[in-house]
């Protein structure tokens, strides 16, 4: 068996090693923009929406926006509150903390290379990046606003953004849609490539370290973490983006009994979406994942399958934040999930030593990028001073 996965792993290089030295074109015609190492730039570039071409004066605007807090009700939350750029993107808590300091229930996912995903959130509810900033503008537990309305309304009372929006936009003026097309705009380019990892697989074979090595070929072998965490040259990104239940928080949950009520509530409500995003971030209703959305009872406690790049940087983990390092991740597919009805069939023990577990920590932190990295230490983390 060691010999087979010795085998593929050889192939799977020498397969993007030919890939990795094709020349990469622009991105588009508004603007160039070359994507890092080891991310696929004809699938960057087949991602931007027609209709909402890159421009760097897009960009710029969607940047101020997204570090904007007087887009949320109390004027102390931004996207970047969550999504801190000084923390992978991501924040260093369990589950996202929103206005007045409320709890949700599911854990910020760093937006690096979210341009790649092919749904958006934990449980895939919103189709793109445009439709996924839409929500936590007007969540209650989240931004706080009360509809997209009035987030227009405080966009407008604004006197530059009136200018700036006149100047990206034209005649559409500050709408809930050119708003969200800005902030889309702005994540689309932030992207994370150019790894140890990405410089190993395109031939350098001391860009990482010997632990990292069979780290990497455990990932592909006795750890199994390649049969959902997907990789090779054209997805790069270490996810299949499909969802499994794998039994994080299923512990003592009546999914049963939850799914009903989560129907009910959803059928009663007239504006299913946002149901929905509610109940996405409310105690009980969330570890549902991915039904919420669908309805279909395989989808119990299915949460979508992250991408690994940056990992390092994006603690804690887990679509609940549950697990506090990259070992204590390991050591949970190593006891092979919490066991539930629902529980994906491909989770089951995995039996790994001390040794094999380290390594696979150590070939996990070789896709961080020195980008990212740089980032992570010398930025200071966002506040919650209210913005004025």
Not at 2 to 18: C, D, H, M, R, S
Not at 125 to 141: G, M, T, V, Y
Not at 212 to 236: D, M, Q, V
Request: charged share 25%; hydrophobic share 40%.
């Amino acid at each position: 068996m060691q010999k087979i996965v010795k085998v593929l792993f050889i192939l799977l290089v020498a397969a993007v090693l030919v890939v990795d030295v094709a020349p990469q074109r622009a991105a588009s015609s508004s603007m160039n923009f070359q994507v890092p190492r080891g991310l696929p730039q004809d699938l960057w570039e087949s991602l931007i929406p027609a209709d909402n071409p890159l421009t760097p004066e897009k960009i710029a605007l969607g940047e101020k926006l997204f570090f904007d807090k007087r887009l949320s009700a109390d004027r102390t939350v931004s996207c970047a509150t969550c999504h801190d750029p000084a923390l992978g993107f991501a924040d260093s808590n369990a589950v996202a903390v929103g206005v007045e300091l409320k709890k949700g229930a599911r854990n910020s996912p760093s937006i690096i290379n979210a341009v790649f995903n092919e749904l958006q959130f934990w449980d895939g509810r919103a189709p793109s990046l445009e439709e996924q900033a839409k929500l936590p503008l007007i969540n209650p537990i989240e931004m706080g606003m009360k509809d997209h309305d009035a987030v227009v309304e405080r966009v407008k009372e604004i006197p530059e953004y009136r200018v700036e929006f006149e100047k990206v936009f034209g005649s559409e003026g500050i709408t809930i849609d050119t708003i969200v097309k800005a902030i889309a705009a702005f994540e689309r380019v932030q992207l994370s490539g150019d790894a140890p990892f990405d410089r190993f697989i395109a031939g350098d074979a001391s860009a990482i370290s010997e632990s990292a090595k069979r780290g990497w070929e455990l990932f592909n072998g006795k750890a199994r973490c390649i049969s959902c965490h997907a990789f090779n040259s054209t997805n790069p990104f270490f996810s299949d983006f499909k969802f499994h239940n794998i039994g994080v928080a299923a512990k003592d949950r009546n999914f049963s009994q939850l799914a009903r009520k989560a129907q009910q509530l959803i059928a009663a409500n007239k504006d299913r979406q946002r149901i929905q995003d509610e109940l996405a971030l409310s105690p009980g209703f969330s570890e549902l994942g991915r039904y919420l959305v669908t309805g279909e009872p395989r989808d119990i406690g299915a949460f979508k399958t992250s991408m690994l790049r940056d990992v390092e940087l994006t603690a804690p983990y887990m679509h609940d934040g549950s697990e506090k390092t990259l070992l204590d991740v390991i050591k949970f597919y190593d006891r092979g999930g919490e066991v539930n009805p629902n529980l994906d069939g491909g989770m089951r023990p995995l039996k790994l030593t001390d040794q094999e577990m380290f390594d696979l920590v150590e070939f996990l932190k070789t896709l961080t990028s020195d980008a990212s990295k740089k980032r992570f230490y010398s930025l200071k983390p966002q506040t919650r001073e209210p913005a004025k």
